[in-house]
């Protein structure tokens, strides 16, 4: 019987973790299957619970139920301990265990793939939820020269920032509403929220983008109403095609032991 993995959310069926994962078990000579599950909204310990109990071993995590896997850990990692919030689950322990590995996906796909490093840069993160949690401290630790999260809830992004800012190491971090970003200019604007799903832009005043800088989106699959936005101002625009890849062979390293090579699975996730 192979070994059973899968991606738990809500909504899951645009998912494509399940061809990502078969194809890194091919290229690595895994057994394994990789499901998708569509838990219900007040029901993730529950999925959880019964795809544990029916042999599954692993699980990533995808919104809306990044916080809710932290609090549903009996432990976790240091880095997920950080963000508050967990994307990947390993359930063939004693009990449940989480990680985090979006922070680390998305530096790679950031500098190895598309070769523009938050190094000295003036970054902005909309958004405060599970996602903006994951990636904000690997962001303020990668050498930006400031971070501003930006959040329609501002209470949520100061509570964001309070928790990283004073580390040794990490950028100086500010936080806002959207009616404060008139009259600032970022090279590196990162949309953390889930507008994409609903089609909606955050409202985002002209003249947000240095020369230069570039708009990266964590949605994935679906030209976003911000990715349009930032193709009007002139810059450029990249997905979260490349940190799902990314994060998914951290994941898979983390069940596996074996790291996936990713160039091949992104180019053609991309052409697909």
Not at 64 to 80: G, I, L, Q
Not at 151 to 157: F, H, Q
């Amino acid at each position: 019987m192979m070994d059973r993995y899968a991606v738990i959310g809500n909504p899951v069926a645009h998912s494509k973790s399940p061809w990502i994962h078969a194809e890194f078990a091919r290229a690595t000579g895994q057994r394994m299957s990789y499901l998708r599950i569509e838990a219900p909204l007040k029901g993730f310990a529950r999925t959880v619970d019964a795809f544990r109990a029916s042999g599954g071993r692993g699980a990533n995590v995808t919104l809306p139920f990044k916080r809710e896997a932290f609090a549903y850990c009996a432990s976790t990692s240091v880095r997920a301990g950080a963000a508050r919030a967990v994307n990947t689950l390993r359930l063939d322990r004693d009990s449940p265990w989480g990680d985090n590995t979006d922070g680390a996906g998305l530096l790679r796909d950031l500098e190895a793939n598309l070769g523009v490093a938050p190094r000295g840069r003036r970054v902005l993160l909309m958004g405060a939820g599970g996602a903006a949690q994951g990636v904000l401290e690997p962001l303020a630790k990668a050498g930006a020269a400031a971070i501003v999260v930006v959040n329609r809830d501002i209470a949520k992004a100061q509570a964001l920032v309070a928790r990283v800012a004073g580390d040794p190491g990490v950028a100086r971090l500010g936080a806002c509403g959207y009616a404060d970003l008139a009259g600032e200019s970022f090279d590196m604007v990162i949309n953390a929220t889930s507008s994409g799903l609903s089609d909606e832009l955050p409202p985002l005043p002209a003249g947000l983008f240095a020369p230069q800088a570039l708009a990266y989106d964590m949605m994935y699959g679906r030209d976003t109403p911000f990715l349009a936005f930032a193709r009007d101002a002139g810059v450029r625009t990249a997905d979260g095609s490349g940190m799902l890849v990314e994060q998914a062979a951290e994941s898979f390293f983390l069940w596996r032991g074996v790291r996936p090579a990713t160039r091949a699975v992104l180019a053609a996730l991309r052409v697909g």
